[in-house]
C-alpha cells in the first residue's frame, strides 16, 4: 500500500521559522533572510519525508502564519485597511497577521480563532462588499516547483473552499453564498497554473466536513464542488477530512468526481461503520487516516492493522493509501532532538519523524514488526499510582459544588476586598525578557544555585509589583517569571509527568508550545506556587492573586494518555490543584486565578456530543479545584481565543466569581450572549490585544470600555488586558497599562 502524510510541521526542526521571523518583526534581518530560512525549513521537510519513502507529500503545507490567512491572500481576500498601508506584499501579510502600527498607518491585527479542536489558531479572514476575489499569488505554485527541483512530486495542499467560506467573516451585506462560486472558479484558474507547472495532484482540505452540517450546508458544497469538479484541468483532485467523521455528507462526498477521499479513523469514530454501510466507490483512492496526526504515543500496528483489514475487504488494496489522521503540524519534529528522556520512555513515544517510519511499517507490515510492535506496547513502565485511584474514587458529588451560593459570596468578596468600580488587573504573566529566561535556563543548567535563582525572581517580582503599583492597578499579580509555560510549569511539579527538550508544536503564527506528556497517575508533590504568591503579596499592602492553571486546560494542553479516560485523567489533576488552592488560601492568597484557556479545546466538534462527551464531566472538575474556598476568597477564571458564546451557561456554572477573557479582537460579541445568558459571573472583556505590540491609546480604550458598559451592569466589570502580558516587551506594557488604567478612571467619573 501507498502512503501519504496530510502535512508537514514547519515551524523547523530547531524552531528556525520563529526566530527568523522574530528577528525580520524586529527589524533586525531583511525579507530575503527570512525567506532563506523559510526555503530550507520546506527542502528539509520534502527531503525527509522523501526519504522516508512516504509516496504522497504535500506542498504549500508551508505558512509564515497560517494557511488560512494565506488561502485568502492567495485569492485576493485581503480588506483595505492592510490595502492601504501600502506596504510589500509580505509585511501587508503580517499587518493582517499580527496588527501594525508605524509610520505608514496603525491598525489592529484580524481576529485569531482555535482551529477546530486543536491548540492551533488560525486568522479569520475578513470579506468586505468591497473585496474583489481574484487568484493573486503564487506561492502554491512556487513550493510546488520548488519540491519538483528536490525530484518530488507533490500534492499541493490548499485550505479547502468550503471549509474557508464557513470560517471567513463577511462583514458587509456580501454572504459566502453570494461569492462562492466567483472563488470557486479562482480555485479552478489555479489548478490550471498548477497544471501548467507540472503537478498532478491537489489536496482540498475540508475539515468543516466533520462538524453537524444542515441541507443548506449541503446544498452549499455541492455547488462550489460543481465547479471545482468541472475545472480540474486534469489533476487529480483529493478531498481530505479530519478531526472527525462526515457522516452528514458523506452520500454526496462519494458520489462527486473526487479522485481520492481522505477519511479520518482514529477520530472519526463513525468512519468505518460510514464506509460499511454505504460503501466506497470502486474508482477512489481512500486516503484512510490511521497514524494519529494529534498524539504521540506509538501505534498500535494490531489495531492498525485491524482497521486496514475491515477497509481493504472493501475496497480494493491498490486504492487504499495509508495516512496520518490529520497535518502532522500537531506533533513535534522528532525523538532524535531529546537527549535526556530515557529510552524506556521514549520508545513508546512517535513525533512527526517516526511517524513517517510507522507509515512504512504499516506498508509492509510483516509478523515479524507487528510482534515487535505489540511486545513493546504490553511492556509499559508501570504507571499506576493506588493512592491517587483511591482519591479519585472517593469523590463525592457535593465536593463538585461551592457553598454558599454565588451571590451571597459576591457581596461578602466586595466588603472583604473594598475594591473600585471597574477594579483594575491584568491576567498573570509580565514581559519574559531575556534576564528572566537566562535565569530560568542558567538555574535549569546548574549553572546558578537555587538561591541565586529564587533571589533574582524576587527581585523581579518585587519590582513588578512595584511597577503594578505606580501603574496604579487594583488587583496585582507576581508576574509568573518562574514560568517557562502555564502547562508545563505545572507539569513539572506534578508527579506522572514526563517532558521533552525539544518537542515544539505551533500554536500560533511563530508561538510554539511544549506540551509535557502524561506518563501515568497525576498528583502533587508539594505545594507549587505558595512561596512566590505570598513573597508577592508581603510586597504590597494591595490583593495579589494568585495564579493557578486549572484541570481542563493542563490536560488539552498535555499530550494524554490513551490508556484511562480523558475524564479520568482530569479528575486525577484536578484534586492536585485543589491542595494547591487550598494552601493559597491558608497562607494568606484572598484572589485565585484559575486559568481554563483551554477550557473548550477538546469539545466534540459536534454540538450533540458537546454535554455527554466533555462539558459533563470538564465542567464539574473545574468546580471540584475550588470548591473548597471560603465565602470571602474569590475565584477568578481567564479564558481565551475560542468562540465562548454557545457555551455561556456551561462557563457560567464553573461557578467562578470573576472571568476574564477575550474579548478585543472579536469586536465584543461575546456580550450580548453574556446578556442573553443572564450571566452572573463578574467579568473582565479584554480591553485591547496583547497578542500584538500596537499600544492602545486612552480613547481607544474609553470608547471600548464605553461599548462594553450598554451590555454589562457596571459592579460585575473589570477591565484588564485580554490575556498574560509575557509575549511583549517592557515599554508597550507600560504604556498599554497607563492608558488601560487611565480609561478605567476615566469612566469611573461618568
Ligand atoms: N496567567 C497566564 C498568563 O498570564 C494566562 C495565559 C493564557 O491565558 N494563555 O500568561
Ligand atoms: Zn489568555
Known sequence: ???????????????????????????????????????????CNIVTQKNAGVDFISSNDFSFYDN???????????????????????????????????????????PMKKWFNTNYHYIVPEFEDSTKIGLSGSKPVDEFLEAKALGVDTKVQIVGPFTFLKLTKFVGTKKAADVAEILAGEYVRLFGKLAEAGASTVQLDEPYLVRDLGREDIVFFQKIYDVILSGKCGLQVFLQTYFGDIRDIYDEVIRLDFDGIGLDFLEGRKTLSLL???????????????????????????KSAAILKEITSMVPEENVVIGTSCSLLHVPYTLRSETKLPEEYKKHFAFAEEKLEELRDLSHLTEGILSENQSLLSNRVDSVDEKVRARVAAIRESDYTRLPAFEERESIQKEALGLPLFPT???????????????????????????????????????????????????????????????????????????????????????????PIIWGDVSRKAPITVAWSKFAASCTSKPVKGMLTGPVT?????????????????????????????????????????????????????????????????????????????????IHTHMCYSEFTDIIPAIDSMDADVITFEASRSD???????????????????????????????????????????????????????????????????????????????????
Open 425 to 515: 488587573t491584568t491576567i498573570g504573566s509580565f514581559p519574559q525578557t531575556q534576564d528572566v529566561k537566562k535565569n530560568r535556563s542558567s538555574f535549569r543548567k546548574g549553572e546558578i544555585s537555587r538561591q541565586e535563582y529564587v533571589k533574582f525572581n524576587q527581585e523581579k517580582i518585587r519590582s513588578c509589583i512595584r511597577l503594578q503599583e505606580e501603574l496604579g492597578l487594583d488587583v496585582l499579580v507576581h508576574g509568573e517569571f518562574e514560568r517557562n509555560d502555564m502547562v508545563e510549569y505545572f507539569g513539572e511539579n506534578l508527579s506522572g509527568y514526563v517532558f521533552t527538550e525539544k518537542a515544539w508544536v505551533l500554536s500560533y503564527g511563530t508561538r510554539c508550545v511544549k506540551p
Open 68 to 110: 488560512v490567512l494565506d488561502t485568502a491572500f492567495l485569492f485576493g481576500i485581503v480588506p483595505e485597511r492592510y490595502q492601504e498601508l501600502k506596504l510589500s506584499s509580505l509585511r501587508t501579510y503580517f499587518a493582517a497577521a499580527r496588527g501594525y502600527q508605524g509610520e505608514k498607518g496603525d491598525v489592529k491585527a484580524l
Open 276 to 302: 460499511k454501510e454505504k460503501g466506497f466507490p470502486k474508482d477512489k483512492i481512500l486516503l484512510a487516516g490511521i497514524v494519529n496526526g494529534k498524539n504521540i504515543w506509538k501505534n498500535d500496528y494490531g
Open 554 to 634: 493542563i490536560l488539552n494542553w498535555s499530550f494524554p494518555r490513551e490508556d484511562i479516560s480523558i475524564k479520568e485523567s482530569i479528575q486525577q489533576i484536578a484534586l492536585a490543584i485543589r491542595d494547591e488552592v487550598l494552601d493559597l488560601e491558608e497562607n494568606g492568597i484572598r484572589i485565585i486565578q484559575i486559568d481554563e484557556a483551554a477550557l473548550r479545546e477538546k469539545l466534540p466538534l459536534r454540538k450533540s456530543d458537546w454535554y455527554s462527551e466533555y462539558l459533563d464531566f470538564a465542567i464539574p472538575a473545574f468546580r471540584l479545584v475550588h470548591s473548597g474556598v471560603k465565602a470571602e476568597t474569590q
Open 668 to 750: 465584543l460579541q461575546i456580550l450580548d450572549a453574556l446578556k442573553e445568558n443572564h450571566f452572573k459571573t463578574e467579568v473582565g472583556p479584554g480591553v485591547y490585544d496583547i497578542h500584538s505590540p500596537r499600544v492602545p491609546s486612552v480613547e481607544e480604550l474609553v470608547g471600548q470600555l464605553r461599548k462594553i458598559r450598554e451590555k454589562t451592569e457596571d459592579r460585575k466589570l473589570w477591565v484588564n488586558p485580554d490575556c498574560g502580558l509575557k509575549t511583549r516587551g517592557e515599554e508597550e506594557t507600560v504604556k498599554s497599562l497607563r492608558n488601560l488604567v487611565a480609561a478605567a478612571k476615566i469612566i469611573r467619573e461618568n
Open 1 to 43: 500500500m501507498k502512503t501519504s502524510v496530510v502535512g508537514y510541521p514547519r515551524i523547523g526542526r530547531e524552531r528556525e521559522l520563529k526566530f527568523a521571523s522574530e528577528k525580520f518583526f524586529r527589524g533586525e534581518i531583511e525579507e530575503s533572510a527570512l525567506s532563506d530560512t523559510a526555503r530550507n525549513i520546506r527542502e
